[in-house]
């Protein structure tokens, strides 16, 4: 059974440029949820997606955007990129957006913006 | 809103010995959970272990169990008998009881395990 898949896993772009993530959630899963990982620090949250829509945001500009499509994939676009969205994004699936567990995360796509 | 604090960025253990991981919260919360999560150079945030805010007793999973302290707003993190696996970047993490709600993360604790 496959888990969270998430393409590319590396990718390098220049600034502001604009740039498209993926992800796959586990097989039974309906929500998806994004995280922002800078170099050294923990996870932040930017968005959340259940049945396509977007359900809740974090404090990330409007420059970054998701869409989630019918078979409950996902994906995340940054516009006007800059230094700073250099990190690793990381998707999360779930069954629902239930608090407790059953959160499933990816290995994440590795952004460089040089 | 809610804040997550690990105090120590990084900690080294003997292999087979005991470590423990800190970590305090900020919340106002009475319904939340708490989790601690393993994200190894593979780069996969791993779920370590769970405990729900309600309940009293320590969760423990084979090597590893917590020290939940709700009135100190403190959950530490046990590693027992420690492995070259256990090696890692450790997050605690905080999620509300409310429907919808996303983890808030604590900024990790890198773990070396001695052989």
């Known amino acids: 059974d496959a888990g969270v898949t998430q393409s590319p896993t590396h990718l390098i772009k220049t600034r502001g440029q604009q740039v498209t993530l993926r992800c796959s959630p586990k097989?039974?899963?309906?929500?998806v949820s994004w995280y922002q990982q800078a170099l050294g620090q923990g996870p932040q949250f930017i968005f959340q997606y259940y049945e396509e829509e977007e359900r809740q945001r974090g404090n990330f500009p409007d420059r970054f955007s998701g869409h989630q499509f019918p078979n409950y994939s996902s994906e995340l676009n940054v516009n006007a990129l800059l230094l700073g969205d250099s990190a690793l994004y990381l998707c999360?699936?779930?069954?629902?957006?239930?608090?407790?567990?059953?959160?499933?995360f990816g290995s994440g796509t590795r952004l460089t913006v040089v | 809103a809610q804040t997550v604090t690990q105090s120590q960025p990084e900690m080294s253990v003997q292999e087979a010995e005991t470590v423990t991981l800190s970590c305090t919260y900020d919340t106002s919360e009475s319904d939340y959970y708490l989790f601690w999560y393993k994200q190894p150079p593979s780069r996969q945030m791993i779920l370590v272990i769970r405990?729900?805010?309600?309940?009293?007793q320590n969760a423990t999973e084979n090597r590893f169990s917590v020290n939940f302290q709700k009135a100190a707003k403190s959950f530490s993190l046990k590693i027992s008998d420690s492995q070259l696996g256990d090696a890692a970047m450790y997050f605690c993490?905080?999620?509300?009881?409310?429907?919808?709600?996303?983890?808030?993360f604590g900024p990790g604790t890198r773990l070396s395990v001695l052989p």
């Open positions: 999360a699936s779930s069954l629902g957006a239930g608090p407790g567990y059953g959160y499933t």
């Open positions: 405990q729900e805010a309600y309940k009293q």
């Open positions: 097989s039974g899963h309906d929500t």
């Open positions: 993490a905080y999620r509300s009881g409310n429907y919808g709600q996303n983890f808030v």
